[in-house]
T-cell receptor
Framework: DQQVKQNSPSLSVQEGRISILNCDYTNSMFDYFLWYKKYPAEGPTFLISISSIKDKNEDGRFTVFLNKSAKHLSLHIVPSQPGDSAVYFCAAKEGGSQGNLIFGKGTKLSVKP | DTEVTQTPKHLVMGMTNKKSLKCEQHMGHRAMYWYKQKAKKPPELMFVYSYEKLSINESVPSRFSPECPNSSLLNLHLHALQPEDSALYLC?????????????FGDGTRLSIL
């Protein structure tokens, strides 16, 4: 049973527009959430994280929103650039857990020039 | 460029071979991890080392044997693997095991078992 779900396998966006990647989770014990970007033949690259005490965290073009009541988080990329084309993984961790990140299956983002 | 370095990038081995995967980081991180990723699946945790001691083994078969010689190095010794063990093996590190510590990944070793 998937605890972290990314229901959109792919997303296509025009350059300069906003990309919104969504993630849902089922485990109410999760209290730290991360987004990773992965290019082919490379490992996941950490992008941004948010703890459950916040509802928004921003870093440059990337903003993560957390809605605890809906068990939903999203990653906004504004403006989207062709170099953002990659697979984006949502990951979550339980409070007090010793390192176990639970990943979603990923969403492939394509940003078209 | 990743700050977690994994070698080799690719490895092909027979089921009777013994080989090792290596991981190195020089960020002063005290927690290191091995993950396994099958095609079109998310990474799944195998082992966690914290301050050079094994703290988590996610019920991994004994044909996978981790080793942490020092705080910068993490090895994964492989012996008598099965074809279903073919996968991408990712190493990661974080400052500690604390709940708000992001993990930083290497580029992985793609392992193929003949």
């Amino acid at each position: 049973d998937q605890q972290v779900k990314q229901n959109s396998p792919s997303l296509s966006v025009q350059e300069g527009r906003i990309s919104i990647l969504n993630c849902d989770y089922t485990n109410s014990m999760f209290d730290y959430f991360l987004w990773y970007k992965k290019y082919p033949a490379e490992g996941p690259t950490f992008l941004i994280s948010i703890s459950s005490i916040k509802d928004k965290n921003e870093d440059g073009r990337f903003t993560v929103f957390l809605n605890k009541s809906a068990k939903h988080l999203s990653l906004h990329i504004v403006p989207s650039q062709p170099g953002d084309s990659a697979v984006y993984f949502c990951a979550a961790k339980e409070g007090g857990s010793q390192g176990n990140l639970i990943f979603g299956k990923g969403t492939k983002l394509s940003v078209k020039p | 460029d990743t700050e977690v370095t994994q070698t080799p990038k690719h490895l092909v081995m027979g089921m009777t071979n013994k080989k090792s995967l290596k991981c190195e980081q020089h960020m002063g991180h005290r927690a290191m991890y091995w993950y396994k990723q099958k095609a079109k699946k998310p990474p799944e945790l195998m082992f966690v080392y914290s301050y050079e001691k094994l703290s988590i083994n996610e019920s991994v078969p004994s044909r996978f044997s981790p080793e942490c010689p020092n705080s910068s190095l993490l090895n994964l010794h492989l012996h008598a693997l099965q074809p279903e063990d073919s996968a991408l093996y990712l190493c990661a590190s974080s400052q500690g095991e604390g709940w708000d510590q992001p993990q930083h990944f290497g580029d992985g070793t793609r392992l193929s078992i003949l």
